[in-house]
């Protein structure tokens, strides 16, 4: 869901495992533990359950080609691509971070996709009649209209974040960078509390997990000014 340069290590622990390979096993064993009194029912809906993350997914390896390919325009090399069970990350070779015109556009073409395909699919749907393939325009109308706004929250390392940021060391030279993570809590806290409080369970914890993530590039990026 955002581009990342290759440099540094921005991985977060928990007793020795990945905390995105951590959460990803929990949810897993949690699916399999349900489905595990019907054998039939199970791999029906084992089948159904990855058919359906499989799907929602590909949006997200078309979001990080956007990134990808806006940053190959600027010449930058891209390393790869790595998915995750919250989202995905195009691992960039070089900080482009120092150049808020860089940084901007190469952010700016990931939600872009989602915007693309919103409208596209936005338009099959209603010309579509009732059917399958009502549903499935559904999904992607929504899926990629949510992936969109989810994304430009103002919370780095957010897709929404880094744009903020982008426009803020243009404006402010190097010290824009701690106006960003400031304005990323201030929004970030509020808008986990309410995403909890309504339910969103899922979104009030990726939010604080990505604002941890976006402390320690911020710091790695002090350390390499000093």
């Known amino acids: 869901m955002k581009a990342f340069p290759a440099t540094g290590n921005y991985t977060e ?3 020795g495992m990945d905390l995105r390979d951590y959460f990803a096993a929990k949810a897993l064993n949690g699916f399999l533990s349900k489905m595990a009194s019907n054998p039939t029912e199970m ?7 990855f058919a359906m993350f499989a799907y929602i997914f ?29 989202g995905g990350i195009a691992f960039v070779d070089g900080s482009f971070s120092s150049c808020p015109k860089h940084e901007f556009w ?5 939600p872009f996709v ?12 209603m010309i ?8 499935i325009l559904k999904i992607s109308f929504y899926s990629n209209l949510v992936m969109f706004l989810f994304n430009l929250l103002p919370i780095y390392p957010m897709d929404g974040g880094r744009i903020m940021r982008s426009f803020l060391v243009h404006k402010f030279g190097r010290v824009g960078l701690k106006y960003a993570m400031w304005v990323s809590v201030l929004v970030c806290i509020p808008t ?11 979104a009030g914890l990726i939010m604080p ?4 993530q976006g402390f320690a590039e911020f710091k790695s990026q002090e350390i390499e000014d000093d």
């Open 13 to 15: 622990e928990f007793n």
């Open 43 to 49: 791999t029906v809906g084992f089948f159904l359950f």
């Open 58 to 86: 590909s949006f997200v390896i078309l979001h990080e080609f956007g990134h990808a390919l806006a940053a190959k325009s600027f010449g930058y090399e891209v390393k790869k691509i790595g998915l995750y069970p919250f």
């Open 106 to 110: 190469i952010t700016f073409f990931g």
């Open 114 to 125: 989602n915007v693309v395909l919103s409208l596209i699919t936005g338009t099959l749907l």
């Open 128 to 135: 579509s009649g009732e059917g399958i393939l009502h549903h």
């Open 192 to 202: 986990s509390i309410f995403a909890v409080m309504n339910g969103y369970w899922m």
């Open 209 to 212: 997990m990505m604002l941890i």
